[in-house]
């Protein structure tokens, strides 16, 4: 079946440590998406890739990055650079053209300690 | 992109029809109208756009007005699973509506359905 798939479900790290996340899908989309939601809180965008080799900084950048060497995927790398690194993370991918409706993975709940 | 003011929360009893509106005063004419819904812990669900036109799915119905400052999701029959966050979003397309650009979230409308 077609989808987007985020792992792991759950990351625990120390504080200090770069930390990866893995976003694939397997839509043939071309944009993919990077988002951030704290407890209680809306969908905060970080860096989005509308085709590959491209991306740009979305509203908090800062202490992320990210890269889009394949369509399929679109990893987040959390640096020790970003301040409060705790929260829910949601990968997000859509066709670039036609419908557009995005589909969303389940989210990787990060937890640095 | 043109920014969105929802309410907070509302509550629905279930069975009945749930209207959640949505401002979208300085929206473009490029800008087409999105849902979204988000049910605790999980991400989000796409529900239904539109640019001008009233729309209608198996999920639900988008009433924007005729002037496009506003729109409205309706869910006819409210059941005790669509409890979740609402999410409207203006979204650029290009003149043809055939791409699109980045999308961005506010802080949505909680609905609670209730017994």
């Known amino acids: 079946d077609g989808g987007i798939t985020q792992s792991p479900k759950y990351l625990f790290r120390k504080e200090g440590q770069n930390v990866t996340l893995s976003c694939e899908q397997n839509l043939n989309h071309d944009a993919m998406y990077w988002y951030r939601q704290d407890p209680g809180q809306g969908l905060r965008l970080i860096y989005y890739s509308q085709i590959v080799n491209d991306f740009q900084k979305g509203d908090i950048a800062e202490g992320y990055s990210v890269s889009r060497e394949k369509k399929e995927s679109f990893p987040l790398t959390v640096t020790s650079a970003q301040k409060n690194p705790t929260a829910f993370y949601l990968c997000?991918?859509?066709?670039?053209?036609?419908?557009?409706?995005?589909?969303f993975g389940q989210g990787t709940r990060l937890t640095v300690v | 992109d043109a920014k969105t003011t929802q309410p907070t929360s509302m509550d629905c009893a279930e069975g009945r029809a749930a209207n959640l509106p949505c401002n979208h005063s300085?929206?473009?004419?490029?800008?087409?109208v999105y849902w979204y819904r988000q049910i605790h812990s999980q991400g989000p669900q796409y529900i239904i756009h539109g640019l001008k036109n009233n729309e209608t799915n198996e999920m639900a119905s988008l009433i924007i007005t005729e002037d496009r400052k506003s729109s409205t999701l309706i869910l006819p029959h409210a059941t005790l699973r669509d409890t979740a966050v609402y999410y409207c979003?203006?979204?650029?397309?290009?003149?043809?509506?055939?791409?699109?650009?980045?999308?961005?979230f506010g802080q949505g409308t909680i609905l609670t359905v209730h017994p």
């Open positions: 300085t929206i473009s004419g490029n800008e087409y």
């Open positions: 997000a991918s859509n066709k670039r053209t036609g419908n557009a409706e995005a589909f």
């Open positions: 979003i203006v979204r650029v397309a290009n003149a043809g509506g055939t791409s699109y650009g980045k999308l961005t």
